[in-house]
């Protein structure tokens, strides 16, 4: 469950997220759009545009941008219409890797993944190979610089967490997805900052990886972000900090 955590943190310490702003808003543009046409543009009857418009902020998107994403997916303004998929297949060692998709070109988006899997290493599979062994949890990540494990143990179960773990230069806050708003408020409350504060799709076991493989999956990974149409990717790997820092750094 950890690489995850592990991956996000070293792209933001790393820079590597100030760098792709441009496709990070993009990305958030697309979900903030498609969660007002699910769900409406009413933030508070619509937790996901809740949560979108809070990763949105984070980046420090300007307010407008996401006022006429809200309004695009309303319908208020003329807009794109994206279609959200999953894709699932392999990576090196044969670890499982979820693919988040939002696109306006299904087939185009089919073949540009495909062929970054095939490239480094990996293979795309079947619907249902996979997301088994993925459960949606809420995400939060700690600097352990920013609190104390002890204490944030205390106020995190307090406040309805599910567990929480040390993985690394991180506390890991794991929560049912339908409590994280709530123990994320709490926990702010409290003082909390965050290096990761999301709803994933984490993996009930992990495979470790090391060496030649865990490189040609961390470059796996950076290439899938890389793709407008990638929301978020997700495996099951279990890689070093050290090894993830030495391909991040080039």
Same mark, same amino acid.
């Given at each position: ?79 794109? %219409? $994206? /279609? @959200? ?5 392999? &990576?090196? #060692? ?84 339908? %409590? $994280? /708003? @709530? ?5 702010? &409350?409290? #003082? ?59």
């Amino acid at each position: 469950m950890s690489g995850h955590s592990r991956w996000a943190t070293i792209k933001r310490k790393k820079g590597l997220a100030d760098a792709r702003k441009g496709k990070i808003f993009t990305k958030l543009i697309k979900e903030v759009t498609v969660a007002a046409r699910m769900g409406g543009g009413d933030p508070n009857t619509n937790a996901r545009l809740r949560t979108a418009m809070a990763a949105a902020r984070a980046q420090n998107m300007p307010g407008d941008n996401i006022e006429r994403a809200i309004k695009k997916g309303t319908g208020e303004l003329e807009g794109v %219409s $994206y /279609e @959200e998929i999953t894709f699932e297949g392999y &990576g090196p #060692g044969g670890v499982a890797v979820l693919v988040d998709i939002m696109t306006d070109n299904k087939h185009r988006t089919v073949s540009e993944i495909r062929h970054v899997f095939t490239r480094h290493h990996g293979n795309l599979g079947e619907a249902g190979c996979v997301a088994w062994n993925f459960d949606k949890k809420g995400l939060l990540a700690v600097p352990k610089e920013n609190a104390s494990e002890d204490q944030l143990m205390e106020w995190a179960l307090e406040a309805g967490a599910e567990d929480v773990r040390d993985v690394g230069s991180t506390f890991e806050i794991i929560t049912d997805p339908h %409590s $994280y /708003e @709530e123990v994320k408020k709490k926990l702010e &409350g409290q #003082g909390v900052k965050f290096a990761i504060a999301e709803v994933a799709k984490l993996p009930k076991n992990t495979v470790q990886l090391s060496g030649k493989e865990a490189e040609q999956m961390v470059k796996l990974m950076e290439a899938l972000e890389d793709n407008d149409d990638v929301q978020h990717v997700y495996s099951n790997s279990d890689i070093s900090e050290e090894v993830m820092e030495k391909v991040a750094a080039g």
